[in-house]
């Protein structure tokens, strides 16, 4: 049965971390069956002002997951459910 979650990795260029992050979840979305997509903040000056001291951000069905570093066992965890 396809999976109903879905990720999004809030990032910027050139953040080492975000890069990181989104390979983190392209590898682990995969393996659950879950659409994942990123999100440049820049493009957005109202996530720019509320995420730009903590990226990447993690969202898992639109509410935020993690941020700086994924936590591959908390992330599959919300996945699987």
């Not at 979840?25 to 820049?42: F, L, M, P, S, Y």
């Not at 069905?61 to 965890?77: I, S």
């Amino acid at each position: 049965m396809p999976s109903t979650h879905h990720v999004t990795v809030l990032s910027k260029r050139g953040c080492h971390l975000c890069e990181q992050a989104s390979a983190d979840v392209a590898r682990i979305a995969g393996e659950c069956g879950v659409a994942w997509d990123e999100r440049d903040i820049t493009d957005d000056p109202e996530l720019m002002a509320e995420h730009a001291e903590e990226l990447p951000v993690i969202l898992v069905d639109g509410r935020q997951h993690d941020c700086w570093r994924v936590d591959e066992a908390r992330l599959r965890a919300a996945l699987t459910r």
